[in-house]
């Protein structure tokens, strides 16, 4: 009877963690939002380059994985990178990078719920990063489509891991570019 009581506690403690560390996995998964100006007319742009407008931007090595996750993406899509000075789109990118809580609960077994077991839970800050990019029309000098992907960039994690998040967070935010035109 004591052994059987101990797994069925146990196992609920279990059951209880095991959530905790689902919940903080979805609260921790990537997330884009977008939006542009309603009647663009996104059949018109051929061509892109990339402008600076200022921001923040990451190191040399993020800010060419970024660069070259959305040159491929817009590709895809029959857009060719400009060569000159000139292009029907202008491209530009921004990061940030802002700090959360992330809270760990543990426990360890004991014969009942308060008999004999601890359950402890701790915070700890983490870093979420944000890359907003936005494309301009060249000629008309004004922002027509612009996106957000979070929990992005995490400049503690390791080169491969990093740049895998960075291509699958341009793929999520370049998903529906350009914007289909609603009848």
Do not use: C
Not at 57 to 65: F, G, M, R, S
Not at 85 to 103: F, I
Not at 129 to 150: E, M, P, S, V
């Amino acid at each position: 009877m004591y052994m059987n009581r101990w797994i069925k506690h146990n196992a609920v403690q279990l059951a209880l963690v095991s959530g905790l560390f689902l919940v903080g996995g979805t609260v921790l998964a990537q997330s884009v939002k977008t939006n542009y100006v309603p009647g663009t007319n996104f059949t018109k742009y051929k061509t892109f380059m990339w402008v600076d407008t200022g921001g923040q931007h990451p190191d040399q090595i993020l800010d060419t994985e970024i660069k070259d996750a959305v040159n491929m993406d817009l590709a895809t899509k029959g857009l060719t990178k400009a060569t000159g000075d000139t292009a029907d789109l202008l491209v530009s990118y921004q990061t940030s990078v802002d700090k959360q809580k992330q809270w760990n609960a543990y426990g360890t077994g004991g014969i009942g719920w308060g008999v004999g077991g601890m359950a402890t839970a701790t915070s700890s800050t983490i870093d979420v990063g944000t890359i907003n990019l936005d494309f301009y029309d060249a000629n008309a000098k004004r922002l027509i489509w612009q996106g957000a992907a979070t929990k992005t960039i995490n400049p503690s994690e390791n080169a491969e891991k990093n740049a895998k998040n960075v291509d699958k967070a341009m793929d999520k935010l370049l998903k529906d570019f350009p914007p289909k035109v609603k009848k």
